[in-house]
């Protein structure tokens, strides 16, 4: 085994709560700010 | 043993999930994309010794502009100027230095904000973060299209399109901490720039620490590379950073993304004042709030979509549509104007701040086309040279054209008409910027080791 392969990190990548969590942690913040943008925006249409 | 940010320790295994990856892209972008929502500080910041109106002594807004433009030069300059050492030690390290650099940034900005220093606002906002922000912003490109060779512009566009949500997620957090900090005897801007730097930080590092880099030659399931067509854009080679700057493809590229962005910025920064000056007594000030808020969405949006079709459609005739239709636009907003049709000139803005965003999130793609995937973070970075430029091309033709026409007797509501006919001219400069692009010449290209029968490499091209 090389020294590069020896020190690989674990792979977490086939957990799905890994990915999920992954996706969430950007999704929300992401999401309430395309929200409250949509909120400020639909001032134009009033 | 390889050292816990070393490259050599994210060689991810064959059989690795490469979903995860855009996250982290998505979690370094969304928080340097609070670049966008620095204004949104402006105002406090005029008050920061008279706290409820500004007072002897007090900054002014044209010194504090100078915080916004530090920071996007010194974007343009560190990618510039580290493309290649981000290349070379991989996302990990550069993802941690980027981080370091944008939360840091913010404490001593904030340390300067308390103090009433400006420099050191300047210092560490603009100087410190916007070296974070240009080693940020090119971080996640190579990795991201190392692991979707079969869709570069998507995943690139994904990661691009955080830098747009960024600001998204900024202005409504930076207005209600600064509304729980604030007091008689403080605007709060401090301390808010303290939690957004230790906030960031952290949600930076968390990305920087997720990314893996794909085993040399490992491929998508099931993918195979389509075969390359004789004189076609898209390249099986490499052409080194140093190489790539020295052919006419960079520089025609390199107006390609300055002109697109000059069309957008500046009209981008004047959003709100133009909606009310072209339509006055139609639109209000909470409505022309709402119009910049469309674009944001419009820039976002653009960013993800635009660099997508670009799979689909190649990116330059991705580009030959921002430049035709952004002409076609451009043309028609001193129309939307005289017929006195809000929701046109709406609907105008958000096509063309949508394909303002796709000029960032395509040209990844189209340089990894061009000059191939090795080196795509260091001439990318290079290349962010443009957005500098673009950055004072574009508010400069804005504002100074319309106080010229202003002072000369135009009234305000006809002030943008010359502008927007001098973006469209720039965008016609831009088409054909973009019709010279070629593929690269073979002398250009990268040495290649190629093994000979007796095992002795030998370099060919």
Known sequence: ?46 | MAGFLDKERIIAKPTFNRWLIPPCALATHLCIGQAYALSVFNLPLTRQLGISKSTTGDWTLAELGWIFSIAIVMLGLSAALFGTWVQREGPRKSGFVAALCWGVGFLVGALGVSTHQLWLVYLGYGFIGGIGLGIGYITPVSTLISWFPDRRGMSTGMAIMGFGGGALIASPMSDSLMKAFSSPTSTGVAQTWVVLGIVYLLFMMGGAFGYRLPAPGWKPAGWTPPPLKEGALITAHNVTPQQAIKTPQFWFMWWVLCLNVTAGIGVLGQASAMIQEMFRGKVTPSAAAGFVGLMSLFNMGGRFSWASLSDKIGRKPTYAVFFILGTILYFLVPATGKIGSVALFVACFCVIISMYGGGFSTVPAYLADVFGVKYVSAVHGRLLTAWSAAGIFGPVLVNYIRQWQVANGVPKYQAYNVTMYIMAGLLVIGFFCNLAVKPVSQRHLEAERKPLPDGEPSFAK
């Open chain 1, 1 to 46: 085994m090389t020294d590069a392969a020896a020190t690989r990190e674990k792979d977490w990548s086939h957990n799905p709560g890994v990915i999920a969590f992954a996706w969430l942690a950007v999704g929300i913040p992401l999401l309430w700010g395309v929200l409250n943008t949509i909120i400020k925006a639909v001032a134009l249409f009033r």
